[in-house]
């Protein structure tokens, strides 16, 4: 099993930049997550996907923000333009099923200039 | 709606104290709790669960009792190591939406 990976682990951009955050979740799970991480706000649901069907973005900061989900194996969050205050470490999840607990991956630390 | 309120941290403790974070709810309909754990530089890692009232779960010498008359979820280690240091989350899935609502997570430290 090999996780949920995530990539890249690091990134540094001045703002105004175009940023891509990528995330191949376990194989055989259906539903996808993206959180972001600060110290300020904590842990924030981004998006999440259901069969690679977005089902809630309501966690979305603002239009700058997307994401996609083209298949079963991989998923994107962009970031267009960057600005500062998006600085933070973005998580990935994914789970088997509604009940089944969420795998995490080891994160993308962004940071804007 | 749903909530988890964890205490509030930093906690520092000696290396082989008795660990207490406390972790309470407001859910819909009937949660499945959880502990998450992130170690420095990682992801969230499941730590244990419990799926239905009076269930205790555990995991490395961590405990929970999903407790409904008091809604709470605390966790429990009779004797922590320099290496249970880390972030812990308390969560819960309930209702309709089926996602993770998270407390705001309580750093803990042992020192040696």
């Known amino acids: 099993d090999a996780g949920v990976i995530q990539s890249p682990r690091h990134e540094v951009t001045e703002m105004g930049q175009e940023v891509t955050l990528r995330c191949k979740p376990i194989?055989?799970?259906?539903?996808l997550f993206w959180y972001r991480q600060t110290m300020m706000r904590g842990l924030e649901l981004l998006i999440y996907f259901n069969n690679n069907v977005p089902i809630d973005d309501s966690g979305m900061p603002e239009d700058r923000f997307s994401a996609k989900m083209p298949n079963a194996s991989f998923s994107t969050l962009k970031i267009q333009p960057s600005e500062p205050r998006d600085s933070a470490v973005y998580f990935c999840?994914?789970?088997?099923?509604?009940?089944?607990?969420?795998?995490f991956g080891d994160g993308t630390r962004l940071s804007i200039l | 709606g749903n909530s988890v309120t964890q205490m509030e941290g930093p906690v520092t403790l000696s290396e082989e104290a008795f660990l207490t974070i406390n972790c309470t709810y407001t859910a819909t309909g009937y949660p499945s709790l959880f502990w998450y754990v992130q170690y420095p530089g990682e992801g969230l890692q499941l730590l244990l669960k419990?799926?239905?009232?009076?269930d205790k779960g555990s995991n490395k010498g961590f405990e929970a009792t999903y407790r409904k008359e008091t809604t709470s979820f605390h966790l429990e280690k009779g004797s922590v190591q320099v290496s249970d240091s880390a972030v812990y989350f308390c969560a819960l899935i309930s209702g309709s939406a089926r996602q993770l609502t998270f407390g705001s997570g309580t750093q803990l430290t042992v020192l040696p």
């Open positions: 194989s055989g799970h259906n539903s």
């Open positions: 999840a994914s789970r088997q099923g509604e009940d089944q607990p969420q795998h």
């Open positions: 419990a799926t239905k009232a009076d």
